[in-house]
């Protein structure tokens, strides 16, 4: 009787553990199939069958990111930054899981997406996005992002591995911010003529006429004595203009305004081969006293630091003269040493 109390008692033993461990399998698996599902959903396969991607955020503009010829265009409008795009793309195609947020905090990261929230909608050649994702708030350490799918009441903390800190940045920028900074982008033969202008050194100005080769021409009369031009000097110097960047676009600097009254330092007018034509108008950045100096040559331009420039009164750039300064040349840089 004893051993049959024992035996019951063994049994009865193994029967739970066995079900815990049942139990424990089957909740392992189902947290696999939640992390599964959740990298799969939150996630691009492929970034280049996205076409377009907008951005809604209830504070700022909507953003709409179109792929055109390879790049990325934003509101149809202007050019995006390929080095901004990619830290986009590489959210799209690279989130996993990080952890699925406890039950009783799923309501307030649920609210929290709603008033505070951007979606993301991602499409690929039709007019109903592939996915829609919420994108909420920072964990409380910062290792991650809630996020939520279209159509889905279930927040996860999401992450990209391999990088510290959270995604929700990446998307919740101005416009300026996500624009290429690109200044000059005319490829040699695209250049019809380039005018080079010091307005307090007026001497060292000159224009270069590329319509059929180029030739090279002060702006103010220099004697009678004829000028030897090397031409090589003025296509090596031509083909600057086909790959210069900004440092930061700066539409909204508050200084804005009393810098682009000023006189500026140089001023370039860029007309491309299709009869385009673009002002660049470059002032000091970080050098006061050249503001109402009673001159700016080529080679005092060369040694400040920075240069605002401000684009077909349009755009307003800060630039860095370690990138630019090749292009503040004198007339005089073309000829031939005798």
Sequence with gaps: MKIAIQNLTLFLVLLVLGCIAGLLYIKKQREEA?????????????????SKIVVRHVKLQPLVFTREGGKWKINGKYNADPAVMVHIEKVLTGIRLLYVPP????????????????????Y??????????????????????FMVLGGSNQPFAMHLPGLSGGLRSRFEQP???????????TPVDQIKTLKVVYPKSNLHSFYIDNTIG??????????????????????????????????????????????????????????????????????????PENIFGPANS????????????WVDSTDFYAVQNRVFGSIFRSYENFLVRQ
């Design 214 to 287: 180029p030739s090279v021409y002060p702006l103010m009369e220099r004697g009678q004595e004829k000028d030897i031009i090397n031409k090589k000097f003025i296509e090596g110097y031509l083909t600057l203009f086909e790959s210069l960047g900004a440092e930061k676009l700066m539409n909204q600097y508050p200084d804005k305004k009393r810098i682009t009254q000023l006189i500026p330092s140089c001023s370039i007018e860029l007309i491309n081969k299709n009869g385009n034509t673009t002002l660049y108008q470059f002032y000091p950045y970080d050098d």
């Design 34 to 50: 939640q992390l599964v599902r959740a990298d799969r959903g939150f996630t691009v396969e492929n970034i280049s069958d996205v």
């Design 103 to 122: 039950v009783n905090s799923t309501p307030t990261i649920l609210r929290s997406v709603k008033e505070n929230g951007i979606q993301v909608d991602i």
């Design 124 to 145: 690929e050649d039709d007019d109903v996005p592939e996915k829609i994702i919420h994108v909420g708030t920072d964990t409380q350490n910062g290792d991650g992002t």
């Design 175 to 185: 416009l300026e911010n996500y624009r290429d900074k690109f200044i000059f982008q």
């Design 298 to 309: 080529p080679g005092e331009i060369r040694q400040q630091n920075r240069l605002y420039v």
